[in-house]
């Protein structure tokens, strides 16, 4: 028995399990249908392209359209069928990769255009012994231009008994005029409920006892590809002896247990840094990757997200407790703190997979999401600061104790500051933010076109200022809109670039567009220079002026300024009743 097993060698489950026919292959239905229906009216195209992620089975799925385009039955007499028999000659054949008219190439090897020559010249003569002589290209991107184009006419205009089947990850790559002679197919990435059952019939079959959560594990890990599934499978086994877990799995893969993983979001959500840092170091010394415990916390942000916004949706393989604990967690969220979760988590996870100490990088994100989660969001700043009394103002003496009145843009919000000793992050169990000790200013917003362009002056936006002076005209304002006639020389980008930074620095959304119909105002300088010419005017038609003027002969008004804010008291206009003649003289 011995020499038996040593006799035969040990081939891996993905080859030993790979499909043979199209019942056997799992998760492509669209395909499955397609094909079952050309081949039974007898629409069968010259060539096809077939793409997809790898291990989803293109090169397996051309292997089955070979057998069933040449299959002819156990009695030798049939026809093309969706179900190869699996015992006639070409079957076998097929099956055992020895048939002289199923010729596969390997585009990555050879890549040329002389290879793609030898095809050429071989589809001319017919087929040995098979109805159809099949060309299986795998990796069909890999060849060089001129290879494509030397298959351009062949591939247009083959033979009746030739069929092309292409395989590619990188159907981009491949030129258009090659796509548009070949019948397209997308292979799916396959469902992890659908791989976790097809491993479960596996895995009976090989007799190992694999707990269903492990299985679970290991088609998330394959993230679609049936053949990396297949792989971990079989190292699962080999790691467990016929007898696998979910811890021995988890530890296989170097992933944080899940109920951890629940643990650290939520202390680290409560902005409780040092649990938060003494749970990654505990996953760390159990081998889990930080890059995989930050890409563990970013899946479950998106999970909770999805579970905020659709309680009652299917979401797959989701153990009932973590069920439970996600819908209490999802409730204690606001959308805004997990988008801000989700946008740190992603960032931190670019840093550490670039990091030369992953560790230490994962740390840092933790620390800048724990800080972060005692702010509260921007409405909520602003509802609070709204709610909260004017602060005193000081004497205006000479002292310099007055609070200076802020311009537009200095009363734009830049900063919350939360509360708490020492800068650290609160230990308070909440998931609601912390209130506010401290804001810098309400965001303003501005109440007319005027106001807009000089809170671009104020923000040392001088030309965009400029031009909002001088080249547009405005036709309509309004909190949020505003709609524009720009000039001929007014700059091309000028209207996405005043909304956008109008959103920015308001905190609300603004468009600006161009109206080119309704009538339009002046420019902002035209008017100016209009109010200018009117005080001119009216300045020179006061009776006091027109006497100086009269009294003056060439004299001009050079400027007109508004000094009623700095007119003296009338007492101090007023002579004093004891002043001589003199003194009033002098």
């Known amino acids: 028995m011995t020499e038996a097993v040593e006799a035969t060698p040990y081939r891996v489950l993905a080859r030993k399990y790979r499909p043979t026919d199209f019942s056997t292959l799992i998760g492509q239905d669209a395909l499955v249908r397609t ?27 051309a292997r089955i359209i070979a057998r069933a385009l040449n299959c002819v039955g156990p009695d030798g007499q049939g026809g093309p069928t969706i179900a190869p028999c699996g015992v006639c000659e070409h079957c ?51 060849l060089s231009t001129a290879a494509f184009n030397a298959l351009l006419k062949t591939l247009e205009e083959p033979p009746e008994h030739v069929k092309f089947v292409f395989a590619t990850t990188e159907i981009r790559k491949i030129p258009i005029t090659v796509l548009s002679r070949c019948q397209r197919f997308d292979l799916r990435r396959v469902e992890a409920s659908v791989l976790s059952a097809h491993f479960a019939g596996i895995a009976e079959k090989e007799g190992a006892e694999i707990e269903p959560e492990a299985l679970a594990l290991i088609a998330r890990a394959a993230d679609g590809s049936v053949r990396d599934g297949l792989s971990l499978l079989d190292q699962a086994i080999s790691h ?19 109920v951890r993983v629940f643990d650290l979001f939520e202390v680290v959500m409560k902005g409780q840094i040092a649990p938060a840092l003494d749970l990654l170091a505990e996953q760390y010394a159990l081998g889990a990757d930080p890059a995989v415990v930050l890409q563990d916390l970013l899946e479950l942000t998106h999970w909770l997200t999805r579970l905020k916004l659709a309680p ?3 979401f797959g393989n989701i153990a009932e407790a973590e069920r439970v604990r996600g819908a209490e967690m999802a409730k204690g969220l606001g959308m805004a703190h997990l988008a801000r979760a989700w946008q740190m988590l992603l960032k931190g996870l670019q840093e550490t997979r670039s990091a030369p100490h992953p560790l230490q990088a994962a740390e840092m994100a933790l620390v800048r999401l724990a800080y972060a989660a005692d702010l509260p969001t921007p409405a ?23 609070a200076p009145i802020p311009s537009a843009a200095d009363r734009v919000a830049t900063q919350m500051i939360p509360s708490g000793s020492g800068g650290g992050p609160s230990a308070a169990l909440q998931l609601a933010p912390a209130p506010v000790a401290q804001t810098v200013a309400l965001p303003v917003m ?48 000028l209207l996405p670039k005043v909304s956008r930074l109008l959103t920015e620095w ?80 002098a």
Request: net charge negative; glycine share 8%; proline share 5%.
């Open 35 to 61: 094909l079952t229906n050309a081949i039974g009216s007898g629409r069968l195209a010259h060539a096809f392209v077939l793409t997809g992620v790898r291990g989803v089975g293109k090169t397996t799925t």
């Open 92 to 142: 076998r054949a097929i099956a055992e990769d020895r048939h002289v008219d199923i010729l596969e190439m390997d585009a990555a090897s050879r890549t040329g255009v002389n290879d793609i020559r030898e095809i050429i010249e071989g589809v001319r003569y017919r087929p040995t012994s098979a109805r159809f002589k099949v060309y299986i290209i795998d990796e069909v991107h890999m």
């Open 240 to 258: 467990g002896a016929g007898k696998v877990g979910q811890a021995q799995v988890r530890d296989m893969l170097g992933l944080a247990d899940r």
């Open 312 to 314: 009652d949706a299917e």
């Open 380 to 402: 909520e700043a602003i509802e609070q600061m709204r709610s909260q009394p004017p602060a005193p103002r000081g004497p205006s003496g000479g002292g310099g104790g007055g």
């Open 446 to 493: 501005p109440a007319s076109f005027a106001e807009v362009a000089q809170l671009f002056s104020e923000r040392r936006e001088g030309s965009l200022a400029v031009a909002l002076r001088r080249q547009v005209n405005l036709v309509r304002f309004e909190a949020g809109r505003i709609e524009l006639r720009p000039h001929a020389n007014a700059p091309s980008d």
């Open 506 to 585: 308001t905190g609300r959304r603004w468009t600006v567009t161009v109206n080119a119909t309704d009538p339009a105002e002046a420019t902002l300088s035209e008017q100016e220079a209009q109010a200018e010419t009117r005080r001119r005017e009216d300045a020179a038609n006061h009776p006091l002026i027109r006497a100086v003027m009269q009294a003056f002969p060439g004299a001009i008004i050079e400027a007109v300024r508004d000094i009623a804010a700095d007119e003296p008291d009338e007492a101090e206009l007023a002579f004093d009743s004891d002043l001589t003649p003199a003194d009033e003289e």
